[in-house]
Antibody, heavy 126, light 111 residues
Framework: EVQLLESGGGLVQPGGSLRLSCEAS????????MNWVRQAPGKGLEWVSR????????YYTDSVKGRFTISRDKSKNTLYLQMNSLRAEDTAVYYC???????????????????WGQGTLVTVSS | QSVLTQPPSVSGAPGQRVTISCTGS?????????VHWYRQLPGTAPKLLIY???NRPSGVPDRFSGSKSGTSASLAITGLQGEDEADYYC???????????FGTGTKVTVL
């Protein structure tokens, strides 16, 4: 069974930093792209970032470019999101999500998210 | 930024059929990118419902079906049940944004 377990959320002041982790199990980690998706309180879903199975390619939504960095550690089967220069508008539940289709089978642009982790709450406030 | 538009809410009596639309543009759905659907029960993470426009993952009942045409897609739920009360989101890829995009979300209420 595929499982994703996020950690690292919490309360941080504006301008501060936080690193989220997502420990994966139940599948060949390096064969799948991984994503971070967030949901502000009472709002809809917003894709944040994606990293390829090899870790060689990364993608970000415009609002986090230059502030967030996605990475992965194959030896630990863990996905990370380093968040710097945090703003109030970054407050959200952050979900990690596995690409639904493996890197060898699907183009990045046709992929989906399955499954999702349980989420970790990030609150940016003074 | 939600570039895919969904109705804020739909409702129906138990057993009825409801549909949820997802309207995009020429840079996402209209460009041929697949549409996927998720269901989010209150306080829980989203779960995949339909992938690649009309495919159901194992375990998803055939009461759920998806379709796509032009710049829009639709999710249909037949035989509406109380457990179907949730938020539903469509998702695709946008070439102008070079990233994945979600719909605005639709709350389904069972009357």
């Amino acid at each position: 069974e595929v499982q994703l377990l996020e950690s690292g959320g919490g309360l941080v002041q504006p301008g501060g930093s936080l690193r989220l982790s997502c420990e994966a199990s139940g599948f060949t980690f390096s064969s799948y792209g991984m994503n971070w998706v967030r949901q502000a309180p009472g709002k809809g879903l917003e894709w944040v970032s994606r990293i390829s199975g090899s870790g060689g390619s990364t993608y970000y939504t415009d609002s986090v470019k230059g502030r967030f960095t996605i990475s992965r550690d194959k030896s630990k089967n863990t996905l990370y999101l380093q968040m710097n220069s945090l703003r109030a508008e970054d407050t959200a539940v952050y979900y990690c999500a596995k690409a639904g289709c493996s890197s060898s089978s699907c183009s990045t642009s046709y992929n989906w998210f399955d499954p999702w982790g349980q989420g970790t709450l990030v609150t940016v406030s003074s | 930024q939600s570039v895919l538009t969904q109705p804020p809410s739909v409702s129906g009596a138990p057993g009825q059929r409801v549909t949820i639309s997802c309207t995009g543009s020429s840079s996402n759905i209209g460009a041929g990118y697949d549409v996927h659907w998720y269901r989010q029960l209150p306080g829980t993470a989203p779960k995949l419902l339909i992938y690649a426009n009309s495919n159901r993952p194992s375990g998803v009942p055939d009461r759920f079906s998806g379709s796509k045409s032009g710049t829009s897609a639709s999710l249909a739920i037949t035989g509406l049940q109380g457990e179907d009360e949730a938020d539903y989101y469509c998702q695709s890829y946008d070439s102008s944004l070079s990233g994945y995009v979600f719909g605005t979300g639709t709350k389904v209420t069972v009357l």
